[in-house]
């Protein structure tokens, strides 16, 4: 065959920028640092307890929902199909970490900042099953707690109730969320003062 065609098409392939292929490694490298976390945290970046006053911070001001997952340690097989089978898929992932602020909460420990958390929010210290609380800004829930393992499109349902919920909060407020903006300003103040 002539021409500069072969069997397969044009030998003529488009080159990669360096802008495209520095972005492509960088989707590479994430995907890669995803698949190392432990199972139960699926393929989502979560906060953790050390950052959760960051976190709450981070969702007055940006407007959006804390997404919180309080979860055994190592986990129980409820806790590791989570992160398998819902936090996994791609899609999920990323509309949690574009529409909420996600949050990672160990609740099988008797001490330290993950326990005063759980205390905050009334989760006993257990070896149990996962928890989902979906709550605003001020830490108050957008839907009903719900525990166990619960497949992706009950999780996309849960999702979608609690965004409803909050944009309706949002507008009754004209958009502006009062207590949350004034924490988030707050925190702005605090982290410019310690030069962070």
Not at 88 to 115: A, C, H, W
Not at 130 to 140: A, F, W
């Amino acid at each position: 065959m002539g021409g500069g065609h072969s069997a397969h098409g044009s030998t003529k392939q488009k080159r990669k920028t360096n802008a495209e292929m520095e972005a492509e490694y960088k989707h590479r490298k994430d995907l890669m640092d995803r698949k190392e976390q432990r199972e139960e945290f699926g393929m989502l970046r979560w906060k953790r307890a050390d950052d959760f006053d960051e976190a709450v911070a981070t969702a007055a001001e940006r407007q959006k929902p804390l997404f919180i997952l309080f979860v055994d340690l190592p986990g129980n097989e409820k806790c590791r199909q989570m992160g398998r089978m819902v936090f996994s898929d791609m899609e999920l992932v990323k509309q949690i970490e574009g529409e909420f602020v996600p949050v990672l909460i160990q609740n099988n420990t008797y001490e330290g900042r993950d326990r005063e958390i759980c205390d905050e929010f009334g989760e006993k210290q257990k070896w149990a099953n996962p928890v989902i609380r979906i709550t605003d800004p001020d830490k108050q829930d957008l839907t009903k707690r719900v525990e166990g393992y619960f497949a992706k499109a009950a999780t996309k349902m849960r999702m979608k109730k609690a965004m409803s919920v909050w944009k309706d909060r949002l507008n009754k407020q004209g958009n502006n969320p009062g207590k949350e903006k004034k924490r988030a300003d707050e925190m702005a103040n605090k982290r410019k003062a310690l030069g962070i």
